[in-house]
């Protein structure tokens, strides 16, 4: 069964620092979204992505973020300079059309030191 | 913007009994409502998803009631098992507005 598919699983970083996580949907998917969970808390909307373009973001998603489909299989979230409560599993979906549920990965740990 | 509200945030249940959650959505324009399953470590899953033309759907053990006019749905869940241990999410959305989910439900089902 096609899989969304994050890498790396788990990444530590300095507060400051940028990261990049990154997500290959399933091929034939054409909306792609990002979500986060702080532990333990609920699966928070971040952002989707639609023809190349970002089709709607949440109040989280402010400008320390971003993304990009920088070639035809990757989709990747951009974080400028991680804050301590940027610490949070980030989870990448993706769907083949508004009358179809979304697939997500098993999301990227990601913890700012 | 959607609103879903989750209850309860934790169930207990003994094996082979029945578990319950029920969620509530605030946009009346909504008109897609999936159920995710997430174990320990890994994504959600969906499990099964109802639409706004349906009152309910039975996928064996699981079945989910929709209520457009009180704008609330329910996941069943019968005859539990250990394996159905995990947390629950309910989501809702409409069309190209963006799927939005509950706080989730963390099921125990005790052997």
């Known amino acids: 069964e096609p899989e969304v598919t994050q890498t790396p699983s788990h990444q530590v970083t300095q507060m400051g620092q940028e990261v990049i996580l990154r997500c290959v949907p399933i091929s034939n998917h054409l909306y792609f979204y990002w979500y986060r969970q702080i532990l333990g808390q609920k699966v928070e909307f971040l952002v989707s992505?639609?023809?190349?373009?970002?089709?709607?973001k949440s109040e989280i998603f402010d400008d320390q973020f971003s993304v990009e489909r920088p070639d035809g299989s990757n989709f990747t979230l951009k974080i400028r300079s991680t804050k301590l409560e940027d610490s949070a599993m980030y989870f990448c979906?993706?769907?083949?059309?508004?009358?179809?549920?979304?697939?997500f990965g098993s999301g990227t740990r990601l913890t700012v030191v | 913007g959607e609103n879903v509200e989750q209850h309860p945030s934790t169930l207990s249940v003994q094996e082979g009994d029945s578990a319950v959650i029920k969620c509530t959505y605030s946009?009346?324009?909504?008109?897609?409502f999936p159920w995710y399953k997430q174990e320990l470590g890994k994504g959600p899953q969906l499990i099964i998803d109802i639409r706004s033309n349906v009152g309910e759907k039975k996928d064996q053990r699981i079945a989910v009631t929709l209520n457009k006019t009180a704008k609330h749905f329910s996941l069943h869940i019968t005859e539990t098992q250990p394996e159905d241990s995990a947390v629950y999410f309910c989501?809702?959305?409409?069309?190209?507005?963006?799927?939005?989910f509950g706080a989730g439900t963390r099921l125990t089902v005790k052997p």
């Open positions: 979906a993706s769907r083949q059309g508004v009358n179809y549920g979304y697939t």
């Open positions: 989501a809702a959305s409409h069309n190209n507005n963006d799927m939005r």
């Open positions: 992505f639609y023809n190349n373009e970002i089709s709607e």
């Open positions: 946009d009346s324009a909504s008109n897609y």
